[in-house]
């Protein structure tokens, strides 16, 4: 993943969502549920030669997307499939989690370069 950077998403602008802080939304559920889901988007160019998909791929690949998952502790809330299969150069996603820490550390990675390394028998996750 190289040139992260942060989504603003059309559907931010409905009444389900609360902007709390820059990049970062407050998703309202039905007013029964006590859980709050802060949510955000990112918009990256995928790198096929780190095993990553095809920018025309209507996909994002599994890796690194399940290991920045583990990293920040948040999860995949949208995955935009009209504008990763519509946009043939950039991939889309929005992570989500309970806790807006989780997703103030993720925005971390905005600017950033994300990838997958083989280092001996292990896979590591790096952040450039």
């Known amino acids: 993943m190289k040139n992260i950077r942060f989504y603003e998403a059309e559907k931010y602008n409905s009444d389900d969502y609360e902007k709390v802080e820059?990049?970062?939304?407050?998703?309202h559920h039905d007013p029964s549920e006590?859980?709050?889901i802060y949510v955000t988007s990112i918009i990256f160019e995928p790198e096929p030669e780190l095993e990553e998909n095809e920018p025309s791929d209507p996909y994002v690949s599994q890796y690194p997307l399940e290991d920045i998952l583990d990293e920040f502790f948040v999860y995949?809330?949208?995955m935009y499939e009209k504008e990763n299969?519509?946009?043939k150069?950039?991939?889309y996603v929005e992570f989500a989690?309970?806790?807006?820490?989780?997703?103030?550390?993720?925005?971390s990675i905005i600017g950033k370069h994300v990838y997958d390394?083989?280092?001996g028998e292990y896979?590591?996750?790096?952040?450039?």
């Open 76 to 78: 995949c809330n949208d």
């Open 89 to 91: 150069n950039h991939s």
């Open 123 to 128: 896979v590591y996750l790096k952040i450039e």
């Open 97 to 107: 989690s309970e806790k807006i820490d989780d997703i103030k550390k993720l925005l």
């Open 22 to 27: 820059d990049m970062i939304y407050m998703l």
């Open 117 to 119: 390394k083989l280092e």
């Open 34 to 36: 006590q859980n709050i």
């Open 85 to 87: 299969e519509s946009d």
